[in-house]
């Protein structure tokens, strides 16, 4: 199997859907293999989907593209990290209008390439949720009130992030930018958010500028 359309008919991706493979046992039982979807390529969930289960497509490495439906609210845990072995190569896509509010847990590791755009009503950010991901910049949109520890951590392509419309309210974890690209900058709007960041995590070879900074 190389290519999976989602059947239409519920708006949730079950949790483990693609990671273990259900089999039904001769008691009536639903039993749980250990088969995973190495093999993997194409993935097509439903335009109404609102809930993309934890782990439900981990350990994916041969998928070639995520892209996530403007319908979908929240995306569980590892929901789609990727092996530790594999490469960052799948793109993340978030389709236009997107509703989606949660991030969970580790649930892009070691996933994306290029620049990322998150979606204007996200909420939170989970820990270690694009940990050793291969993007190459990212901007927070200012809905987001929470990243968690570790969240772009050993991203080590990263080399933009803008937090610019981000509040000082904001809740950032420890690690959440540590080993990022070299010579990489970090834009914060005033010298509060400045402070907070390098209060959180040693940014080596990393440049942390507020809004009376830029040039």
């Not at 995306?75 to 960052?88: L, V």
């Not at 991203?155 to 690209?181: P, R």
Request: charged fraction near 15%; glycine fraction near 8%; proline fraction near 4%.
């Amino acid at each position: 199997v190389t290519t999976y359309n989602v059947p239409t008919d519920g708006t949730w991706f079950p949790a483990e859907a693609l990671y273990r493979e259900r089999t039904r046992r001769t008691d009536g039982g639903v039993g749980t293999g250990m088969k995973i979807m190495a093999c993997l390529e194409s993935l097509a969930l439903p335009k109404d989907t609102t809930v993309i289960g934890m782990k439900s497509v981990r350990y994916t490495p041969n998928l070639t593209s995520i892209t996530i439906p403007a319908s979908v609210v929240e995306i569980s845990n590892m929901a789609f990290q990727n092996t530790p072995d594999g490469t960052e190569t799948a793109p993340v896509t978030f389709v236009e209008n997107s509703a989606l509010e949660t991030l969970g847990n580790y649930v892009f590791a070691c996933r994306g390439t290029g620049e990322l755009s998150l979606p204007a009503k996200l909420k939170s950010i989970g820990s270690n949720c694009f940990a050793s991901s291969g993007i190459t910049a990212v901007t927070i949109p200012g809905t987001v009130t929470e990243i968690g520890s570790s969240a772009f951590k050993s991203c080590g392509n990263l080399a933009t992030v803008d937090l610019t419309a981000v509040s000082d309210s904001i809740n950032i974890g420890s690690h959440a930018f540590q080993d990022m690209a070299r010579e990489s900058t970090i834009k914060v709007a005033n010298v509060t958010i400045k402070n907070m960041l390098a209060n959180k995590y040693t940014a080596d070879n990393t440049t942390i500028v507020n809004a009376a900074e830029f040039t």
